[in-house]
């Protein structure tokens, strides 16, 4: 009973909080960072969640006033939405994700109960938003990385509707820890799953990058999920680098960029449901500085940028599943 009573005052008070922070107002232009409206062109739509951007002892949560801040987050965001060409129309929101120190220190806790589910409450406003005023009916893809990942799992469970009947192709989270039995859990009887395939629907497509010496990564562990993006297997078949369309590096500080087919193969290490890549440790690409040697967080997306870009279109243009 008293559990019983305690649930209802949390879901209580989670409803007063949520309608506190009602002053993002999505109908707003500058409440969004792309939103393409138009081009009805396009194949599907994308809804994105950009990763975590900001490192500050001082301030907790991503604020509009930052205008530095701003500034990197919209050149970061349109660089990464930029992978998917002209296929997609992008919805990309501002939301109010937690800094860098402070949400390290929370990846064990469930994100509700932290100051990650005031990002997760903007997140929610801006797909209804989207999904209302937008959509108008179109597939869609979930895509986030790291922060942005979490964020659109949190999305995507607590919104029971969304559902591969309603338009719901795939949520692409790199660099998010997920096990199947989470989604097991979370998902029972709504016909959303881990990505088994290059085709499959109403999926959740997960990996988590990094060489076969990275020790104890935050991110990959026993029964994490991992798919592999270059010939989408989640057993220990490798792809080399011949097989890699091509990476895509964005340098935030000045805003270059270049694309390089057959960068890197990978293979998936079932064990530690971690995504191998035949790169060195303390190189230019891995998070040595931040998260160890050999894990290759910061590249999950921009290593397989174009292998995403296809598959994306792959799995829009599938037939959907038989079962709900």
């Known amino acids: 009973m008293l559990k019983k009573l305690f649930s209802v005052l949390f879901a209580a008070l989670a409803l007063l909080t949520m309608t506190a922070w009602r002053d993002l107002n999505y109908a707003r232009p500058g409440n969004w960072f792309i939103r ?13 969640l950009y990763p975590t951007l900001f490192a500050s002892r ?30 997609a129309r992008i919805f990309a929101p501002f939301v109010r994700q937690l800094e860098f120190h402070r949400a390290i220190a929370v990846l064990d806790r469930p994100p509700m109960e932290t100051e990650l589910r005031k990002g997760i409450f903007d997140a929610r406003r801006a797909f209804r938003f989207y999904l209302e ?32 009947r309603t338009g719901f192709v795939a949520a692409y989270l790199p660099g998010f820890r997920l096990t199947a039995a989470q989604v097991a859990r979370d998902f029972a009887g709504r016909g959303i799953a881990p990505a088994r395939g290059a085709d499959d629907r109403g999926v959740l497509v997960v990996w988590n990058t990094q060489n076969a010496e990275a020790r104890d990564s935050l991110f990959t562990g026993p029964g994490t999920l991992c798919i592999n993006p270059l010939n ?13 369309p091509g990476a895509f590096f964005y340098d935030y500080r000045d805003g270059s960029s270049r694309f390089v087919p057959g960068f890197c193969g990978a293979r998936v290490d079932p064990a530690q449901g971690a995504l191998i890549v035949d790169l060195p440790s303390n190189g230019a690409y891995d998070a040595k500085g931040m998260m160890g040697a050999g894990v290759f967080h910061m590249n999950d997306v ?16 599938a037939p959907l599943p038989t079962s709900p």
Do not use: C
């Not at 409206?37 to 994105?48: H, I, L, P």
């Not at 965001?77 to 992978?83: H, K, L, S, Y």
């Not at 937008?134 to 919104?159: C, K, M, T, W």
């Not at 921009?302 to 243009?317: G, I, K, P, Q, Y």
């Open 302 to 317: 921009w290593f397989f940028a174009e292998a995403l870009r296809r598959n994306a279109l792959t799995r829009v243009r």
């Open 232 to 244: 989408w297997r989640t057993d220990g078949t490798p792809a080399p680098a011949a097989a890699n």
């Open 58 to 87: 001082e301030t907790a949560l991503m604020s509009r006033d930052d205008e530095a801040v701003m500034k990197k987050a919209a050149a970061f965001v349109r660089a990464q939405t930029g992978i998917f060409g002209g296929d």
């Open 36 to 48: 393409e409206s138009g081009r009805e062109n396009a194949v599907y739509d994308v809804f994105y």
């Open 133 to 164: 005023h937008d959509n108008g009916g179109r597939p869609f893809i979930l895509f986030g990385h790291s922060q942005g990942a979490v964020e659109l799992y949190e999305l995507l469970r607590q919104e029971t509707a969304i559902s591969p």
